[in-house]
């Protein structure tokens, strides 16, 4: 059964993680229904996610090397320091610092009261809206050649958000590119880059930290799960980004803003636990 059940969260978080609807949130209640009165954990959570990151760095294998290989060489003279590519590799090292020093501050805030369903279906509500917002008002035409560091810095402000269930990290990070004024794609396509440092090392983290530890999954289980999220993951990649070429993000908004209020009905009718 654990096998089954370790399959399906693996589906859920391959498609969730890169959509902005949280995939934290959706573990979290999918497992409270497969596994009554045990949350399938953070650090599950954590380590499921280093299979859809994988999926990240593979389709975007080209522009990962591109910005890496231009950060090296305008540490070396061989490129300016203003290059537009060596300035993303600065913006997601800056960018990926809130998130890494919230993330060890507030551990274990984040692998328990946080954790509530309560706040989870408020926050899938509250950032569906601000969402939907972001999505509508003001000009949209930056790409990522024009991020300032200001905007890195915000970027990175909004990524650590994610650390609650329910904010989603692809969500918050959308949320701040739109109302700065970066188009749909631009913000969708830096949301996945900044994501791969922090959520590489959260995964690998909580690696360590299982050594040893009851599981709630055991290791195979939950290896079939990160490799069923790569592969899910991989696709929802490629028709995220084709999707969000002609559409808006308002069905992620209606959904969102539906799933909240679903889950407040579950809760205050006992159908789940909040904890």
């Not at 959308?174 to 900044?194: D, H, K, V």
Request: charged share 10%; no cysteine; net charge neutral.
């Amino acid at each position: 059964m654990d096998w089954l059940i370790a399959a399906i969260l693996g589906v859920v978080q391959g498609l969730t993680e890169f959509l902005p609807i949280s995939s934290s949130a959706h573990l979290r209640i999918v497992g409270e229904f497969m596994l009554p009165g045990q949350d399938p954990g953070a650090f599950f959570t954590a380590i499921v996610q280093i299979g859809t990151e994988t999926a990240v760095v593979v389709y975007f294998w080209r522009d990962i090397v591109g910005i890496i290989s231009a950060w090296f060489a305008s540490l070396t003279g061989k490129r300016e320091r203003n290059d537009p590519q060596a300035r993303l590799g600065w913006f997601i090292i800056l960018g990926s610092i809130p998130i890494g020093v919230l993330g060890l501050l507030f551990q274990d805030a984040i692998d328990s009261f946080l954790r509530n369903l309560w706040i989870t279906g408020t926050m899938l509500i509250v950032f569906g809206i601000i969402l939907g917002v972001a999505d509508r008002i003001g000009p949209r035409e930056r790409g990522l050649e024009d991020m300032t560091w200001r905007q890195g810095i915000l970027y990175g402000l909004a990524q650590a958000m994610a650390l609650i269930p329910g904010v989603s990290r692809s969500g918050g990070t959308i949320i701040a590119g739109r109302l700065m004024g970066f188009t749909r794609e631009s913000a969708a396509r830096y949301s996945f880059l900044l994501a791969v440092p922090a959520v590489m090392a959260s995964g690998f983290y909580g690696l360590f930290q299982s050594i040893g530890e009851p599981m709630v999954l055991g290791w195979g289980p939950t290896i079939l799960a990160t490799i069923i999220a790569f592969l899910v993951g991989y696709v929802v990649i490629v028709g995220f980004l084709k999707f969000i070429q002609t559409k808006s993000f308002a069905v992620f908004v209606w959904y969102r803003v539906a799933l909240g209020l679903l889950v407040f009905v579950l809760l205050g009718t006992g159908v789940l636990s909040p904890l």
